[in-house]
């Protein structure tokens, strides 16, 4: 009998800094910190370990913070451990965030040793003005940097823009795009520019809401409208360069589209591993605790570090 598709998804909640735009569940990644998450994720992951006959893991996903260069060693050992854990498709898609500049020879290497076939980089931008903006670290020529260490890889590179940021232009938006396919990116993710609530950077704006700053069309958030004729125009000419939409915001060469998103999609299962990580399995939807210390102390079990859950309708 044909075995059910099963997503694994991977929560490293690590960054060197909190960029003012994200929401997220971030931690600064000390050595003994790293290395007590880790034992911690091995021992969630393995408490439902064997329990799961049924399935195939058909893609795992690596997300949160930035995993990549975070845990290189830790997270390499994991991600091998995986296939005596669980079901692994021969052929499944293995994706592991990095950031630009932060990919180095030991992040491939545990690449190879957790047979991890794609990379999603968390490019976001090539403006240095919008980046500025976000306070994010390391300035988008860092890229170049790991274009050099990357070399003849084979692995596949997805690369993350966000439309619609503060002082972004249509010209702006495209010369990202363009930027990330001269790197030799298969993939694109386009996301939507979300002024989130409770983040540095809606404080300062809120703040300044009547402030000539914020008139300032260096500053100035552009409208849905202005978004959604910049994103027509990027879809046109990554259309011109043999991609196509195959999901929502979604970009792809032929036979490049990410196995997890289109599962994900279509509704397929997913167990969810680490800090704040949202699991949808078997009718439920579940959601770890943000308590750093609790997950620590409760990872060996897992019934003690969900702190919601709920009916997937």
Same mark, same amino acid.
């Given at each position: 009998?044909?075995?059910?598709?099963?997503?694994?998804?991977?929560?490293?909640?690590?960054?060197?800094?909190?960029?003012?735009?994200?929401?997220?569940?971030?931690?600064?990644?000390?050595?003994?910190?790293?290395?007590?998450?880790?034992?911690?994720?091995?021992?969630?992951?393995?408490?439902?370990? !064997?329990?799961?006959?049924?399935?195939?893991?058909?893609?795992?996903?690596?997300?949160?913070?930035?995993?990549?260069?975070?845990?290189?060693?830790?997270?390499?050992?994991?991600?091998?451990?995986?296939?005596?854990?669980?079901?692994?498709?021969?052929?499944?898609?293995?994706?592991?965030?990095? *950031?630009? !500049?932060?990919?180095?020879?030991?992040?491939?290497?545990?690449?190879?040793?957790?047979?991890?076939?794609?990379?999603?980089?968390?490019?976001?931008?090539?403006?240095?003005?919008?980046?500025?903006?976000?306070?994010?670290?390391?300035?988008?020529?860092?890229?170049?940097?790991? *274009?050099?260490?990357?070399?003849?890889?084979?692995?596949?590179?997805?690369?993350?823009?966000?439309?619609?940021?503060?002082?972004?232009?249509?010209?702006?938006?495209?010369?990202?795009?363009?930027?990330?396919?001269?790197?030799?990116?298969?993939?694109?993710?386009?996301?939507?520019?979300?002024?989130?609530?409770?983040?540095?950077?809606?404080?300062?704006?809120?703040?300044?809401?009547?402030?000539?700053?914020?008139?300032?069309?260096?500053?100035?958030?552009?409208?849905?409208?202005?978004?959604?004729?910049?994103?027509?125009?990027?879809?046109?000419?990554?259309?011109?360069?043999?991609?196509?939409?195959?999901?929502?915001?979604?970009?792809?060469?032929?036979?490049?589209?990410?196995?997890?998103?289109?599962?994900?999609?279509?509704?397929?299962?997913?167990?969810?591993?680490?800090?704040?990580?949202?699991?949808?399995?078997?009718?439920?939807?579940?959601?770890?605790?943000?308590?750093?210390?609790?997950?620590?102390?409760?990872?060996?079990?897992?019934?003690?570090?969900?702190?919601?859950?709920?009916?997937?309708?």
């Amino acid at each position: 009998m044909d075995k059910r598709n099963l997503l694994l998804y991977i929560d490293i909640p690590f960054c060197p800094v909190h960029c003012k735009h994200c929401g997220k569940i971030a931690c600064a990644p000390s050595s003994d910190l790293r290395y007590a998450y880790a034992q911690a994720l091995r021992k969630e992951i393995t408490a439902s370990a !064997g329990s799961l006959p049924d399935y195939e893991i058909s893609a795992v996903y690596i997300g949160g913070g930035i995993p990549g260069h975070m845990m290189d060693e830790e997270l390499g050992e994991l991600l091998k451990d995986l296939s005596s854990w669980y079901n692994i498709a021969p052929d499944a898609e293995i994706t592991l965030k990095v *950031h630009p !500049g932060m990919v180095s020879v030991e992040t491939l290497n545990a690449c190879r040793r957790g047979h991890v076939t794609r990379l999603s980089m968390e490019y976001v931008t090539h403006n240095s003005f919008e980046h500025e903006m976000l306070g994010r670290f390391l300035s988008p020529s860092a890229m170049d940097i790991t *274009h050099m260490i990357l070399g003849g890889s084979r692995l596949d590179l997805s690369f993350d823009i966000i439309a619609g940021l503060p002082g972004q232009t249509r010209t702006s938006l495209l010369e990202s795009v363009k930027k990330a396919l001269s790197y030799g990116a298969s993939h694109l993710s386009l996301y939507p520019f979300v002024l989130a609530s409770g983040t540095e950077l809606a404080e300062e704006y809120t703040a300044k809401q009547d402030s000539a700053v914020i008139k300032n069309p260096r500053k100035r958030i552009p409208n849905p409208e202005e978004v959604t004729a910049w994103l027509a125009d990027v879809k046109d000419y990554l259309t011109s360069q043999d991609f196509m939409e195959y999901l929502p915001g979604r970009f792809a060469l032929s036979g490049k589209e990410c196995r997890y998103f289109m599962l994900e999609s279509g509704g397929c299962e997913s167990l969810a591993f680490g800090l704040g990580a949202e699991s949808a399995f078997d009718g439920v939807r579940s959601k770890n605790t943000a308590s750093l210390k609790k997950y620590l102390q409760y990872s060996d079990q897992p019934e003690k570090i969900i702190c919601h859950m709920e009916p997937i309708i």
